[in-house]
C-alpha cells in the first residue's frame, strides 16, 4: 500500500539578482496515516520551504519546484494539480499550523467567524451551523467556554489560546495530514508542553498524520514517531526516534544531541558547533556538512554521500557509514 | 470595536463633533418643520426686500423677499444629501477599485493606479466645471452622480496601499493555506480590515464635499435657483454684501459649521483606529 503523503525529491530553488538558492535540494520522506514525522534543523536549513512546498504555497517567482519532484497525496500528484483541485486539498485534506499565532489571527474578526469561515470555505453550511462548528472545534482543542470565547477577537485571548485558535481553525476539516510548523517557537516553556501534548492527542484521536517541523529535538522525542534531521536543504539522517537518538550517526546529529542541555548532566559549557551553515546560494561541494564536521577526511570534499542504509529505516547520508574506522572518538 | 467606540466618544472634538453634525442632520431632516417660511416664496416684493435680521425674520431676507433662515435650513438638506451620498458613491467606487488593484496586481493594477495618478493630475473643480459645462440643468442627482464619480480615486489609493500590506500578512496566507478562496479572503479577510481607513476617508470627505458643492453653486453650475442651496445664496449675498451682509454670512457660517464638525468627528475617529494611540 502507497503511503498517505509521499515526497520524492522535492526540490525547491528561489532565483533573485545572483545565483540560484537551492533552499531544498532532493528531499524525499513518506507519511503514513496516523504518523508523526518530526522535521529537525536549524534555521535556514530547508523546514519550512519544505512544508510550503507540499502545500505548494512557494510565491513563483521567486521560488520554483524543480519539474522531477514528486508529491503524491493519496495517489495524486499535487504538483499536477489545478488551483481549484488544489484549494479542496489544503485545509481539507492536508492542513498547517503555522508559527506565530498572533500575526496568522485576522485581528478584526471574532474567532468564530475565522473558524466558521474556514468551515463554510470547504463544506455548504449555513452560518448557523459552521458556527456550531466553530463551537465543537473550541472545545475539542480543550479551550474552556468555548460558547463565550467564540465571540471574542484574537487579542482578548492569549498567546497559547491563540494557537489553540490556530489548531482549531486547521483541523475545522478534519485534515488526513496535519503540518505544524514550529508550533510552540513562539509560546513560553510551559504552554509549549499543553500545546505539544494536544496536539500529541488530537493526532491519535482523528488518526492524522502530522508533520512536525521544529529546531528543538526535545519537542520531537515525546512525540514523533520518526525523525528526519536536515541540513542545508537535505536530509542527513533518518530515522525512527529512539533509534536517532540511541545511536545518532550522523556527526551533525551527534553534535546537535551533544549541544543539547541536559537536565542529568552537571551544568557546564555547552559545546558548540563550529562555524555557520552556509548560505543556500552557495552549498559546500561534496558533503554539506563537511566544513563543520570533526570527522572529515578527503573523500567528503569530492563527493556528496547519498542517503545510506545504516539499519533498517535508519539511513544516513555520510561516509562514515561505509567507512565506520574513520570516526574519530 | 466596542473600544474603539468608547476610545472615539472619550474625545471632547469627538463629541463636539458628532454634536455639531448631528444638529445638522436634525435640521436637515426636519427643516419643514422648523422653517417658518416657504424657501422659494417670495413675500413682500413690495417692501419685504434686503430686511436686516428681526424677530419675524431671524436671518433677515434676501433680494426677492424670501426668508433666509427657512432657505438656509433647507439649503442643509440640498447640501447635506448631496455631500452624503455622493461621498458613499465614491467611497464604494475607490473601495471596489483599490480591493481589485490591489489583489490583482500586476498589469490591471498598473492601468488602474496609472489612470488614477491622471486622474489626480486634473484639478478636481477643474474637471468637474468642465463635466458640468457639458451636462447643461444638471439636477440633483446628477450632481450627486458627478461628484461621487470623480472623487473615488483617493479612496482607492487608500485602499489599494492597505490591501497590498493585509494580502503579506500571515492571516492572509493562514487562510489560503486552510484552502479558503480568493474572493472570500477579499471579502470576509480583507474588507473589514480596510473598514477602519475608508470611514476616516469619508467622514473627511463629507466636509470637503460639502465644500466642493457650495463650491460650484457658488458658481452656478451646481443646485441651480431658486432651490437653496448654501452656495448659491453665499453667491447671491456677495453681490449685495456690503449693504446686506446677513445674506452671505449665515449660510456661510452654517457652511464652515458642517464642514468643522465632519473634520473634528473625522479626525476623532483616525485617533481612535490607530493603533500607536492606543
Known sequence: ?329 | MKNTLGRALAQRRVRLGLALVGTLCLVALLAPLLAPYDPVAQLDLAGGQLLAPSASHPFGTDFFSRDLLSRVLYGARISLSVAVLSVVLSVGIGTLVGLAAGLAGGLLDTVLMRAVDAALAVPRVFLLLIVLALWENVGVGGLILILGLTSWFDASRIVRGEVLSLKERDFVAAARVLGVGGRRIALRHLLPNVAAPVIVTATLGVGQMVLVEAALSYLQVGVRPPTPSWGSIIFEGQQVLSSAWWIATFPGIALVLTVVGFSLLGDGIRNALDPRSR
Open chain 1, 1 to 329: 500500500m502507497s503511503p498517505l503523503l509521499r515526497v520524492q525529491q522535492l526540490s525547491t530553488t528561489f532565483t533573485t539578482s545572483g545565483p540560484p538558492a537551492r533552499a531544498v535540494d532532493g528531499v524525499s520522506f513518506d507519511l503514513e496515516a496516523g504518523e508523526t514525522l518530526g522535521l529537525v534543523g536549524e534555521s535556514g536549513c530547508g523546514k519550512t520551504v519544505t512544508a510550503l512546498s507540499i502545500l505548494r504555497l512557494i510565491e513563483t517567482p521567486p521560488g520554483e519546484i524543480s519539474p522531477d519532484s514528486v508529491i503524491e497525496y493519496d495517489g495524486a500528484d499535487i504538483l499536477k494539480l489545478s488551483p481549484p483541485e488544489l484549494r479542496r486539498i489544503r485545509g481539507a485534506e492536508i492542513a498547517m499550523v503555522f508559527q506565530e499565532p498572533t500575526t496568522s489571527l485576522n485581528p478584526v474578526l471574532t474567532v468564530g467567524t475565522q473558524i466558521a469561515e474556514t468551515v463554510r470555505a470547504h463544506r455548504p453550511v449555513s452560518r448557523d451551523e459552521a458556527r456550531h462548528r466553530a463551537v465543537e472545534l473550541l472545545d475539542l482543542v480543550r479551550i474552556p467556554e468555548a460558547d463565550r470565547r467564540v465571540h471574542q477577537y484574537p487579542h482578548e485571548l492569549s498567546g497559547g489560546m491563540q494557537q489553540r485558535v490556530m489548531i482549531a481553525m486547521a483541523l475545522s476539516c478534519e485534515p488526513k495530514v496535519l503540518i505544524a510548523d514550529e508550533p510552540t517557537t513562539a509560546l513560553d516553556v510551559t504552554i509549549q508542553a499543553q500545546i505539544l501534548e494536544l496536539l500529541a492527542d488530537l493526532q491519535r484521536q482523528l488518526g492524522m498524520g502530522m508533520i512536525l517541523i521544529t529546531h528543538d529535538l526535545g519537542v520531537v522525542a515525546g512525540i514523533a514517531d520518526r525523525v528526519a534531521i536536515m541540513y542545508g536543504g537535505q536530509i542527513l539522517e533518518q530515522a525512527p526516534t529512539e533509534a536517532l537518538f540511541a545511536q545518532p550517526t550522523h556527526p551533525y546529529t551527534e553534535a546537535l544531541l551533544r549541544a543539547a542541555p541536559r537536565i542529568d548532566a552537571p551544568s557546564e559549557r555547552l559545546p558548540v558547533i563550529p562555524g555557520t551553515v552556509p548560505p543556500a546560494t552557495a552549498w559546500p561541494v561534496g558533503c554539506r556538512f563537511h566544513p563543520r564536521c570533526r570527522h572529515q577526511w578527503e573523500h567528503c570534499t569530492g563527493a556528496m554521500p547519498d542517503l545510506l542504509q545504516q539499519a533498517p529505516h535508519h539511513r544516513v547520508r555520510c561516509w562514515l557509514v561505509t567507512e565506520p574506522h574513520r570516526r574519530k572518538g
